[in-house]
């Protein structure tokens, strides 16, 4: 049974920190690459970041640049979002994703992922 179980959502103040992290169950996990999306309320799911499957490449959407980082531990299965200088725009259900790990794959579009998780809540307001 492939799992993907997202934790760490909350409410933050804007231009604080959250890390969110992503347990990945059921699947060769160090064979896919990982993502994270994100929906807002009254808005489509975007893409955030995306790490491939080894760590040495790293995708992220361009609001968060510099601001967010991606991460994983195949040791552990798990990847994990660390977010910095939240904005109230960053509030969103947050989700993680697995996708098959191969060359010249766009990791920033949804249709390549296979597996979800049913995401975790960030809140970013004073």
């Known amino acids: 049974q492939v799992q993907l179980v997202e934790s760490g959502g909350g409410l933050v103040q804007p231009g604080g920190s959250l890390s969110l992290s992503c347990a990945a169950s059921g699947f060769s996990f160090s064979s896919y690459a990982m993502g994270w999306f994100r929906q807002a309320p009254g808005k489509e799911r975007e893409f955030v970041a995306a790490?491939?499957?080894?760590?040495?490449?790293?995708i992220y959407k361009d609001p968060v640049k510099g601001r967010f980082t991606i991460s994983r531990d195949n040791a552990k299965n798990t990847v994990y979002l660390q977010m910095s200088r939240l904005k109230p725009e960053d509030t969103a259900v947050y989700y993680c994703?697995?996708?098959?790990?191969?060359?010249?794959?766009?990791?920033?579009?949804?249709?390549?992922?296979?597996?979800w998780g049913q995401g975790t809540q960030v809140t970013v307001s004073s």
């Open positions: 790490i491939y499957w080894s760590g040495s490449k790293t």
């Open positions: 994703a697995a996708a098959p790990d191969r060359v010249g794959r766009d990791y920033a579009t949804q249709r390549v992922y296979d597996y």
